[in-house]
């Protein structure tokens, strides 16, 4: 049975994968950040905390795909940020998936069909305001896909997402009023936002073995807004 490992598994675009690995009847372990325990049958939830320098995670001697999902969103206009509000971003979303891929690396590579899912953002290659804390981390996380796609071929397979907003937890207060998620509807060609099911969706298939010929990929999934004007 394969086995994966899904980090901020228990909201979310994570915690929607985590179903669709479970009703696959894959073995998956997730990982939450909060003081309460989290119980699901057939699924191994363990807590992690991404900025702990003491949490570590206990790694199956074989891996077949991590997803590393823990990401911040801080809008604010440029001369209001801090060199620290940079420092947390890239801590959270950079450094946090180093940490964890350096840790599991060893089993993935024990895998037949090993795969490692990150998450970008469209802000990168399309300029937003407010967004600059966000798009120099994910932009790192996009460097970072490529790289690691190059050095670890053939054996793992590198591949990121970079969704537009997405109804999850993350971003409540920016879709907090009908008004606020009109207004963010009408700013995509197809006139929705999406959800967390559907970046799970493209998730999964990086992560299994319908996707055994890609590598090194940053997938936009952002309702046409990145190429359609």
Same mark, same amino acid.
């Given at each position: ?94 450094? +946090? ?7 599991? @690396?060893?089993?993935? !590579?024990? %895998?037949?069909?090993?795969?490692? =899912? *990150? ?77 967390? +099911? ?7 298939? @990086?992560?299994?073995? !319908?996707? %055994?010929?890609?590598?090194?990929? =940053? *997938? ?10």
């Amino acid at each position: 049975m394969k086995q994966y490992l899904v980090i901020g598994g228990s909201s979310g675009i994570g915690a929607a994968l985590v179903q669709q690995l479970k009703a696959s009847g894959y073995h998956t372990t997730a990982t939450y950040n909060e003081s309460k325990t989290i119980e699901s049958k057939g699924i191994n939830y363990v807590h992690f905390d991404v900025l702990d320098p003491n949490s570590t995670l206990e790694i199956p001697e074989v891996l077949d795909g991590v997803v590393y999902c823990p990401g911040r969103i801080n809008l604010k206009p440029f001369h209001r940020l801090t060199k620290s509000d940079f420092a947390l971003d890239y801590e959270v979303q950079v450094l +946090g998936a180093i940490d964890v891929i350096q840790q599991a @690396l060893p089993s993935l !590579k024990k %895998s037949e069909s090993p795969s490692i =899912v *990150l998450f970008s953002t469209v802000a990168v290659q399309t300029g937003f305001t407010f967004h600059s804390t966000v798009s120099a981390s994910k932009g790192a996380i996009e460097g970072l896909t490529r790289s690691l796609a190059a050095e670890f071929s053939p054996k793992v397979r590198v591949n990121a997402i970079a969704p537009s907003i997405t109804k999850t937890s993350l971003t409540e207060g920016l879709l907090s009023n009908d008004a606020k998620i009109e207004a963010n509807e009408k700013r995509h060609p197809l006139n929705k936002i999406g959800t967390a +099911g559907d970046v799970a969706n493209l998730a999964y298939f @990086l992560l299994t073995d !319908k996707s %055994s010929w890609m590598t090194g990929q =940053v *997938l936009h999934l952002d309702g046409g807004i990145s190429t359609i004007k």
